[in-house]
């Protein structure tokens, strides 16, 4: 076993493992680790845990230092620096009349690199824009082509259940969503109903997919559509709601009847 602290680098961002050593730290401080990218500031989101050797990314790298105020003033400088820099890179990709969209420019902490982070439709050939770059800001440059999610991811909003994305909010990565996971759920299979402002599959699809799994593995769930046979009479199944594992039947007077699955008696032969 080994003793590591859970640090995050970006709102719901990755969280990585380091050596805490001799340094007392606690969930909510704010440290200084060395990353293949340089020195970077990070919030520690996992106090120190004891986890196993083989759910640890090998080496292990130590935590630095706590960080400074002089550490969380150059912090705020970075970010003010960053803004700057989006507007001159924005400048630079009209100029040159490049087929992309900005979304985000990352400082790093020693700013021993600029990130810019930007969306496009097919491959760019940015490499004069990069010369310009680096002749304006005299440092490592690096231009990263990202996908509409991790551009939601970044920029935030607001989802159709009126709540910050979760993408911006809590999910440190993307999971895959299927479109059989809205099947499943019976929802409207209708694309502007069950993607988000990214325009993908809602990530929310997958909170409760495994329930609605093993729900219908316990009882098979009835057929829409197909006849069926109840105590109020016979009917038409028209709908199943799979999280109360009911099912809608229409009789054959027209009344709707909603009953629970083990109750509905479905015909073999339903004459089609």
């Known amino acids: 076993m080994q003793t590591v602290v859970g640090i995050r680098f970006k709102k719901a961002g990755k969280i990585y493992y380091f050596d805490p050593g001799q340094l007392v730290i606690e969930a909510g401080e704010h440290v200084i680790v060395e990353t293949a990218r340089g020195l970077e500031y990070g919030e520690v989101v996992i106090g120190p845990r004891q986890v196993k050797e083989e759910d640890i990314v090998a080496p292990l790298k130590p935590v630095q230092r706590k960080a400074s105020p002089a550490d969380e003033a150059k912090v705020r400088e970075n970010q003010a620096k960053e803004q700057e820099a989006f507007r001159i890179c924005e400048q630079k990709i009209q100029a040159h ?3 992309m969209n900005l979304v985000d420019v990352e400082y790093t902490f020693d700013v021993n690199k600029i990130i810019f982070y930007f969306t496009a439709e097919g491959r760019i050939d940015f490499r004069e824009l990069v010369k310009d770059l680096a002749a304006v800001f005299r440092t490592r440059i690096e231009l990263r082509q990202i996908g509409v999610r991790d551009e939601a991811k970044m920029v935030g909003g607001i989802g159709c259940c009126g709540r910050p994305l979760c993408c911006s909010t809590f999910l440190g990565d993307f999971e895959p969503v299927s479109i059989r996971m809205a ?7 209708n694309p502007t109903k069950i993607s988000g402002i990214c325009g993908r599959l809602m990530c929310c699809l997958k909170y409760e997919s495994d329930c609605y799994g093993s729900c219908c593995k316990k009882v098979a769930a009835p057929v829409v559509g197909r006849e069926a046979v109840t105590i109020e009479g016979e009917g038409k199944i028209v709908s199943v709601n799979q999280s109360k594992r009911t099912a809608a039947i229409q009789l054959g007077d027209g009344r709707m009847l909603e009953i629970a699955w083990e ?4 015909k073999e032969d339903n004459g089609q």
């Not at 099947?183 to 299979?189: A, P, Y």
């Not at 109750?263 to 479905?266: L, T």
Request: cysteine-free.
């Open 183 to 189: 099947k499943d759920q019976n929802l409207s299979l």
């Open 97 to 99: 009349g490049l087929p």
């Open 263 to 266: 109750e509905v008696v479905e």
